[in-house]
């Protein structure tokens, strides 16, 4: 990738900064709020504006891309060599087998009272997030779709680019994913090494298989499967009155 200019730092500062800092002092505090007094379509509104976020950004790296003509290989969006995409889809491959056997599991364990609990308290950090109904389950395949596409792009294409452009490809890894545990503290400072090991496993993926196609396609199915594990735990939890939600 040739040398930042005024409009990649533009997008630095708003994706590193001005975005999560939003989010976490102002945006998410205050959805919590409103889904703890059970405000209509709050999760709604959280998706809509997650969506629409995600994808602002995503189309200002694209539109910086085709306005100075810059090579597409320089954001992994281009096809990759045979051995590569063979390696993509293999991983691809191993990963959607992997959550349709976890969702097996986890639906076999909703049976049990104790272990519905026990999720429930798992996936406490993240209730605001997570469907509680038929269409709010559809608003958040939407938002794994789209923070599978344009995380990607921002993070495994535009910041790791920049970085491994002024640092290496080693460092880019590193310090991007680091980065992409940080910017999602808003989720809880418990989270951020969490995610940021999410960001290295996708990382990696990138590099191994040379695109980011594959990665999207990864990121999109932890997302959904996440999403879909809230729901069903949720669920069986209003079903059972003994498996009572955890309150935070």
Do not use: N
């Given at each position: ?7 990649d730092?533009?997008a ?156 290496g ?16 503290i ?19 993926v990138?590099?191994?298989s ?6 999207m396609?990864?990121h ?22 003994e ?6």
């Amino acid at each position: 990738m040739k040398t930042a200019g005024l409009f990649d730092y533009i997008a630095l500062i708003a994706i590193l900064l001005v975005e999560p800092v939003i989010s976490w002092l102002w945006y998410w505090p205050r959805c919590m709020r409103a889904i703890h007094e059970r405000v209509p379509g709050t999760r709604a509104r959280l998706y809509g504006v997650t969506i629409a976020t995600l994808w602002v950004f995503t189309l200002y790296i694209l539109a910086l891309w085709i306005a100075e003509g810059r090579p597409w290989s320089a954001l992994r969006l281009d096809s990759a060599g045979p051995l590569r995409l063979g390696i993509g889809a293999l991983l691809v491959a191993g990963t959607i087998a992997f959550f349709l056997q976890q969702a097996r599991k986890v639906q076999k364990a909703l049976a049990r009272p104790k272990v519905v609990a026990r999720l429930r308290e798992t996936f406490s950090f993240a209730d605001p997030f997570v469907p509680q109904t038929s269409g709010e389950r559809r608003g958040f395949w939407m938002v794994s779709i789209s923070a599978g596409i344009c995380e990607e792009i921002v993070y495994r294409g535009f910041l790791m680019g920049l970085i491994a452009a002024w640092l290496g490809v080693v460092p880019a890894v590193i310090l991007s994913s680091i980065i992409f545990g940080c910017v999602h503290i808003y989720l809880g400072v418990a989270q951020v090494p969490r995610v940021a090991i999410i960001g290295l496993v996708l990382a990696l993926v990138v590099v191994a298989s040379g695109s980011l196609w594959p990665a999207m396609i990864i990121h999109a199915a932890i997302d959904m499967s996440s999403g879909e594990t809230g729901f069903r735990v949720g669920r069986a939890a209003s079903a059972a009155p003994e498996a009572a939600p955890v309150t935070s």
